[in-house]
């Protein structure tokens, strides 16, 4: 067995992790590690909490990544420690992002903005400018994206299509929750709009619907049977809100008690 090729079969070391998700591993190693996060969870929220917080931190600092970019990065081989004091620093400019950005946020038509919608937001604006890594499993693998995703949120989730608005789903990513994990499904039309559906358990159920905005973003969210889902975007209020009332029906909730 050639160990460059495989993950290690041990407990996931910070070493390796940070690599995978800097982009650093071959692509035996890449794949290698994929496998291995589909089958430990906690490698898995590792991971998605990183780059979470990696891609805060770009939003924190208005950086822009181009693919074109006219730099180059030398990247010397980092001992264990210094990429953990870096995931640490992610950790903390995420919590600083959440922190900066929670009195900038608006309130909601018809009431006071529930946590998730408003992270919702957020992961609608870190991760939709995104064109190499926009989500974590693409669509191509939309069975092992439900099943992951799924058993992460611990509830058989499904994937409304939104081909007859002309939205094609890209794929999906597993996100850090306010209580527990949350999933972010991101759809994009031929122009390159992109809407984004984020789920996630909560401990409160009710039916209403309601609308939550940031500058030209718009977010439809609501509450059934213990999860809340959002629906965010940055086309017109009336046709998100159509698309909101077909996904929720699409997932077993009453829009009829929304009208």
């Known amino acids: 067995m050639n160990n460059d090729a495989r993950y290690p079969e041990s407990a996931p070391n910070l070493r ?3 690599a995978f998700v800097d982009d650093e591993l071959s692509e035996n190693e890449t794949a290698a590690v994929r496998e291995h996060l589909a089958h430990d969870e906690q490698a898995a929220a590792q991971v998605a909490a990183w780059r979470a917080q990696k891609a805060a931190l770009r939003a924190l600092c208005g950086a822009t990544v181009r693919d074109d970019s006219q730099f180059v990065v030398l990247h010397a081989r980092t001992p264990w420690w210094r990429k953990a004091v870096l995931a640490a620093c992610w950790l903390v400019a995420g919590a600083g992002l959440a922190l900066a950005l929670g009195p900038l946020v608006p309130r909601l038509t018809g009431g006071d903005t529930m946590s998730f919608a408003r992270r919702a937001d ?3 604006a870190v991760y939709t400018p995104e064109r190499r890594h926009p989500v974590e499993v693409a669509a191509a693998e939309e069975e ?4 992951w995703l799924s058993k992460r949120l611990n509830r058989q989730l499904s994937v409304p299509s939104l081909q007859e608005y002309g939205y094609s789903l890209v794929g999906g990513r597993l996100l850090p929750g306010e209580a527990g994990p949350a999933a972010q499904f991101m759809y994009e039309n031929p ?3 992109r809407l984004t559906l984020y789920v996630t358990g909560v401990p409160k ?3 209403a619907f309601r609308l939550f ?5 718009r977010t439809f969210y609501w ?3 213990g999860m809340g889902y959002a629906l965010s975007g940055p086309i017109a209020e009336g046709k998100l809100r ?3 009332i077909d996904v929720c029906s699409a997932l077993g909730g009453r829009p009829e008690a929304w009208q």
């Open 16 to 18: 390796m992790l940070s």
């Open 122 to 124: 957020i992961a609608y």
């Open 144 to 147: 092992h994206l439900i099943n």
């Open 191 to 193: 122009t390159g709009g």
């Open 205 to 207: 159920d009710e039916t």
């Open 213 to 217: 905005r940031d500058g030209n973003r």
């Open 223 to 225: 509450v059934n049977d």
């Open 242 to 244: 159509t698309i909101a």
